[in-house]
C-alpha cells in the first residue's frame, strides 16, 4: 500500500508506528521509501497495557503509549515547541526499555533519507496555532488579510444561501403537501367508482332474482 501511494506522491514522509505483540514484524517487508517503522514489542514479545480500572475491569492505556505521551508533555512545550522544533526522535527513542514496556521496542530508518536525530518528533506530532489577543474588528481585519477577500460579502454569500435553502425545502414541503392532497382526491374517486358499481351489481341480482321468479311460476 505505501509503495502504490509513493508511485502516486501521496505522501512525504510516513512515521508508522505499532503498538501490538510482536509489533516489529509488520514493518518488515517495507520497501517505499521515507517511512520510518516502530514497535512497541520484537518478534517473540507481548505488548503489554500499563494500568486498568478496577471497577470497569478494562485496560485504560497500553504501555508504550504511557511513557511516549509522558514524555512529550515533559519535553515538548514552551519555546522549543512553539517554533516547531523541539526533541528528536532518536531522544525519545532512548526512555523506552524492557524495565518499562516489558519489552525491547525498535525502529527501522534504512528507508528514510534523514538519520533519526534529524527527524523532530514535531515534525509529525503537534500543532501550535498562533493567538492574538485584540478586538472584535482587529480579529476581522485580520482574517480578512488571511483570506484575501471582503469578510462583509462573505457573510451575505453565506445568508442568500441559507435563504435560497430554506426556501427549497418550503418548496419541496409544499408540493409534497399538494401529492398528499392530490392522493387523497385519486382515493375518494376510486371509492365512489367502487360504490356505484357495488350498487349496480346489487341491482343486476335483483333484476336477476325477480326474473328467475317470474320464470319459475310459469312453470309451475
Request: aromatic share 8%; glycine share 10%.
Amino acid at each position: 500500500a505505501f509503495m502504490e501511494m509513493h508511485y502516486q506522491k501521496r505522501y512525504n514522509e510516513i512515521l508508522y508506528i505499532v503498538e501490538t505483540c510482536q509489533g516489529t514484524t509488520m514493518y518488515e517487508e517495507f520497501k517505499a521509501p521515507n517511512v520510518l517503522g516502530m514497535g512497541s514489542s520484537d518478534i517473540g514479545e507481548m505488548s503489554y497495557s500499563h494500568h486498568m480500572d478496577s471497577d470497569i475491569g478494562v485496560a485504560m492505556i497500553d504501555r508504550f503509549t504511557y511513557y511516549t505521551l509522558e514524555w512529550m508533555e515533559n519535553h515538548m512545550k514552551g519555546e522549543e515547541r512553539s517554533r516547531g522544533r523541539g526533541k528528536g526522535l532518536g531522544e525519545m527513542m532512548k526512555i523506552y526499555n524492557k524495565d518499562l514496556l516489558r519489552a525491547q521496542p525498535k525502529y527501522r530508518n534504512d528507508l528514510f533519507q534523514r538519520k533519526i536525530d534529524d527527524i523532530m518528533v514535531s515534525d509529525f506530532f503537534g500543532s501550535v496555532a498562533e493567538v492574538r489577543e485584540g478586538s472584535r474588528r482587529e480579529g476581522q481585519e485580520l482574517l480578512k488579510q488571511k483570506i484575501g477577500g471582503n469578510i462583509e460579502e462573505e457573510r451575505k454569500t453565506i445568508v442568500k444561501l441559507k435563504d435560497a435553502i430554506i426556501k427549497s425545502e418550503a418548496e419541496r414541503r409544499r408540493d409534497e403537501l399538494e401529492e398528499r392532497k392530490q392522493e387523497g382526491k385519486d382515493l375518494d374517486v376510486l371509492e365512489h367508482q367502487n360504490k356505484r358499481r357495488g350498487t349496480g351489481i346489487v341491482l343486476i341480482g335483483i333484476i336477476a332474482l325477480v326474473f328467475s321468479g317470474f320464470v319459475w311460476s310459469k312453470i309451475v
